[in-house]
């Protein structure tokens, strides 16, 4: 005997459960592509925004906002070399023995009085530069020039930095100086008068001076006229003390 037919309000039924499967399957995997679609465009949208965050801005405008966060380390040696000294500053130091790093000027004295007679008028020192008989080399030099004749004197004063061992100079008469006949006493005393040292010069003929300052806070550059000829307003000679320094 033949099985007996199902009714056919079942198979009905059955059919529509199977569309209806068949349907929330479809529509799962459409979500499921759907999604990963949107995932590899975003992947690829945050790799372009973060590697050429210009270009998506020309593309999309300003709506869209780039921020970026980085760390970076960056260690570097760098060795810089000291540039060669100049040839007047090698010129100055081998004429003088001083180094023009420690050099003195005029606007580093601390208390001065020009080159005059006693209560007379007086020329203040100068910063300047000269040159010394026999050579046509300039040097940097404190200056005062002398245009009276008879006793005249003068000084400049310099606090002496306290690592200060020595003071050298070299003490003569500018070669420019009209008057060639001047014989000028050159001493490096303390506020006490006490001497440290002392050289006579000429117009032919510069001083080196060396004077030990250990121990002593201030300094006195005087300089005395002990012959002079024909001295005048127009017959000058300037006395210079030539590249001062503490050492």
Same mark, same amino acid.
């Given at each position: ?21 068949? #349907? ?7 979500? @499921? ?11 690829? =949208?945050?790799?372009?925004?973060? /590697? ?10 300003? #709506?869209?906002?780039? /921020? ?9 040696? $760098?060795?810089?070399? *000291? ?5 007047? =500053? ?13 050099? @003195?000027? #005029? ?14 008028? /007086? ?6 530069? =000269? ?8 040097? +940097? ?17 310099? =606090? $002496?930095?306290? +690592?200060?061992?020595? &003071? ?18 050159? !001493? ?15 117009? /032919? ?11 002593? *806070?201030?300094?006195? @550059?005087?300089?005395?006229? $002990?012959? !002079? ?6 017959? &000058? &000679?300037?006395?210079?003390?030539? +590249?001062?320094?503490?050492?």
């Amino acid at each position: 005997m033949s099985a007996p037919a199902k009714p056919r309000k079942a198979q009905d039924d059955q059919g529509d459960k199977e569309r209806t499967n068949a #349907r929330k399957i479809a529509w799962i995997s459409g979500i @499921l592509t759907f999604a990963g679609t949107l995932i590899t465009a975003g992947s690829a =949208v945050a790799v372009a925004v973060i /590697t050429s965050p210009d270009t998506v801005r020309d593309v999309v405008g300003d #709506r869209i906002a780039v /921020t970026h966060t980085a760390t970076a380390t960056v260690t570097a040696t $760098v060795t810089v070399s *000291p540039p060669p000294p100049s040839s007047q =500053v090698n010129a100055t130091d081998v004429a003088t023995g001083a180094n023009a790093a420690t050099s @003195l000027a #005029r606007p580093d004295a601390v208390d001065v009085e020009g080159c005059g007679p006693p209560g007379g008028f /007086t020329n203040d020192w100068l910063d300047r530069s =000269v040159a010394l008989a026999g050579s046509d080399e300039q040097f +940097n030099a404190i200056t005062c020039r002398v245009e009276k004749s008879g006793a005249v004197t003068g000084y400049i004063d310099y =606090v $002496v930095p306290q +690592n200060a061992t020595t &003071f050298t100079a070299k003490a003569g008469i500018d070669r420019a100086s009209p008057n060639t006949s001047a014989r000028v006493r050159f !001493s490096v005393v303390d506020l006490s008068d006490n001497l440290l040292a002392q050289q006579v010069a000429t117009y /032919t003929n510069a001083a080196s001076i060396t004077a030990r300052v250990s121990g002593v *806070p201030r300094i006195r @550059l005087k300089m005395t006229v $002990v012959k !002079s000829s024909g001295v005048s307003g127009s017959n &000058f &000679f300037r006395s210079a003390w030539i +590249n001062p320094a503490f050492g």
